[in-house]
């Protein structure tokens, strides 16, 4: 079904916070298809978060990052799960922390039955780091769905956005897929949240 903007909204608004844990096991467990979103912090996953579901503040965002040190569950009227991850690759938490972020993230990928897709996102105009391109192919070789969104792009130039878009579409030649792999988005402009909500809500109904 061809949804409209105002129908993809109001079915976004009935987005509520479920929990944060920091143990995979406490997560509670769900048949209904989940959606996450995993990258370096401060790339925006968080405020991507409350844009697609026209919550403010549901998520919490800061201008330092590291801010989500936890794995945060949201339902979209019990249709589907999102998942905000906390950011890897943050040099400020200590060293204790990063690898039980890190076990956690892993796992959470790895084992989470109902996860359908991974949203990996990188800034326009950092472009992908080491940590991503390690990320990818950790995907690829476990054979998850995924795709990418690159972020903040209305702080990006069109040949920033060019260059970065190539420099991903490279990663992907090798490697056959079926679905859209690369969206563009802007939290503080709302551009590309429509096109990223018919996404999450087609993985919602199938
Ligand atoms: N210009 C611009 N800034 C953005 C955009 N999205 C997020 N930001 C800013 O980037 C900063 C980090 O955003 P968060 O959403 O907290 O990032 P995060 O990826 O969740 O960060 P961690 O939780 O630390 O991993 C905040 O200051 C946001 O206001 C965007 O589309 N454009
Ligand atoms: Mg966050």
Redesign the pocket.
């Known amino acids: 079904m061809e949804k409209g903007h105002k129908s993809l909204n109001n079915f976004f608004l009935k987005t509520e916070f479920i929990g944060s844990y920091l143990n995979y096991e406490k997560i509670p467990k769900y048949f209904k298809p989940e959606v996450c979103f995993i ?10 978060i ?1 844009k697609l579901t026209r919550k403010k503040n549901i ?11 936890s794995l945060n569950l949201f339902s979209v009227g019990e249709k589907i799960y999102l998942v ?4 890897y690759g ?1 040099a400020k938490l200590s060293r204790k922390i990063k690898l039980e972020l890190f076990k956690l993230i892993n796992e959470y990928v790895v084992k989470r039955d109902n996860l359908k897709h991974i949203f990996l ?1 990188v800034d326009g105009k950092v472009g992908l780091k080491k940590t991503d391109i390690d990320t990818i192919n950790f995907f690829i070789e476990k054979i998850l769905s995924f795709s990418i969104i690159l ?5 990006c130039s069109k040949n920033i956005i060019e260059k970065n878009t190539q420099l991903v579409l490279n990663i992907f030649k090798n490697y056959s897929y079926e679905d859209e792999i690369l969206f563009f ?5 709302n551009d590309g949240i429509t096109n990223l909500q018919k996404k999450i809500y087609e993985i919602a109904s199938k």
């Open positions: 990258g370096r912090s401060n790339v925006g996953k968080s405020s991507l409350n998520a919490k965002t800061s201008k330092t990052p590291g801010r989500t040190q905000d991850l906390p950011g943050y996102l972020t903040k792009i209305d702080k988005v802007s939290a503080k402009k």
